[in-house]
């Protein structure tokens, strides 16, 4: 649209239905750039997708036209499809409901894109769980419990 200007920066976290560890080393690459190529497709820029056995992390450049919810909708729903005819699991691949968002300024751009680069290193320090926790105090968003993901310790 003529005379719109945005800079809108979304982190997008989600996990895998039932926290499985599912996202094998062999396939993390492939899945995280046909997860980048949808965003891409959706008009979006895709800075770094990258993630864990049993979740994602997207960085996004945010088209203003375009709700998150509709991105991490096409997000999961074509990425678990690709999953399964692919048969890189046994059974049927799911992701688990709801994600976490989360907005950055364009000054933080490198440090969200390292700390999603890093999540191997990142993740033998902390959980998933206490990663995620943390973000939704980080952003002072209020949450209850029992409707946050399935945790497995």
Known sequence: MAGTFSQLFIQIVFA???????????????????ISGIITGKGCKSII????????????????????SD???????????FINEKKWVKGKFNWQEGYGAFSYSKSQIEKVYNYILNQEDHHKEKTFKEEYLELLKKFEIEFDEKYLFEWYE
Do not use: C, T, W
Request: glycine share 6%; proline share 4%.
């Open 16 to 34: 895998v239905q039932g926290r499985q560890n599912l996202i094998s080393k062999n396939n993390k690459e492939e899945l995280n750039r046909y």
């Open 49 to 68: 997708v990258n993630g864990m056995p049993d979740h994602i992390h997207a960085f996004v450049g945010l088209k203003p036209a375009l709700a998150i």
């Open 71 to 81: 991105l991490v909708r096409e997000m999961k729903n074509n990425s678990s499809n």
